[in-house]
């Protein structure tokens, strides 16, 4: 099983990114997807989550952040909007076979390597 991030990078308060997830190696309609992410220094939170067509977000990104699944293609994307300082961190793509998005990340047994997002002026 592989899980490769791409699409993080620097961007200015109020800018947008969108995060993908691309899977190998699972049947990926059989997976919770999710995202998380580490900020230095402090611990690891899930950002948002995927199943079947439920979607879970952290509360301070409802509104701004989007999940979205393409089962055909297996991949997931992280759309990212209005984008605040308190955002930078790594996000890590997320999976767990099985119809549940569960909340904390020992959870998830398979992760990608991370990519970084910096929201910074």
């Known amino acids: 099983v592989q899980l490769v991030e791409s699409g993080g990078g620097l961007v ?27 900020a230095p220094g402090k611990g690891r939170e899930r950002v948002s989550c995927i199943v079947g067509r439920d979607s879970y977000y952290l509360p301070p990104v409802k509104g701004r952040f989007t999940i979205s699944r ?9 759309e990212m909007h ?8 790594v996000y890590y793509c997320v ?8 909340f ?11 990519t970084q997002v910096t929201v910074s002026s």
Not at 82 to 89: F, G, I, N, R, V
């Open 95 to 102: 999976a767990r076979r099985g119809r549940l998005c569960y």
């Open 104 to 114: 904390h990340s020992h959870e998830f047994p398979t992760w990608g390597q991370g």
């Open 70 to 78: 393409d089962d055909a293609k297996n991949i997931v994307h992280l």
């Open 12 to 38: 200015q308060p109020g800018g947008s990114l969108r995060l993908s997830c691309a899977a190998s190696g699972i049947t990926f309609d059989e997976y919770a997807i999710g995202w998380f992410r580490q």
């Open 82 to 89: 209005s984008l605040k300082p308190e955002d930078t961190a």
